[in-house]
């Protein structure tokens, strides 16, 4: 299952987030993060789900 998290937080970033911890802070930093640069909310992203 966390495989495919990743392929969705590569695709569409507060997606794989959301997948994984849900509407927490983490969640609306990434949408802010993958506002500002894709590459950040990917990045971020990718951290979150391989922390939890």
């Given at each position: ?31 802010l993060?993958t ?18």
């Amino acid at each position: 299952m966390d495989i495919l998290k990743i392929i969705f937080a590569v695709l569409l970033p507060p997606l794989g987030v959301f997948m994984e911890v849900g509407l927490t802070g983490a969640f609306w930093l990434n949408i802010l993060l993958t506002i500002l640069g894709y590459i950040p909310g990917i990045i971020h992203a990718v951290w979150v789900i391989a922390k939890n």
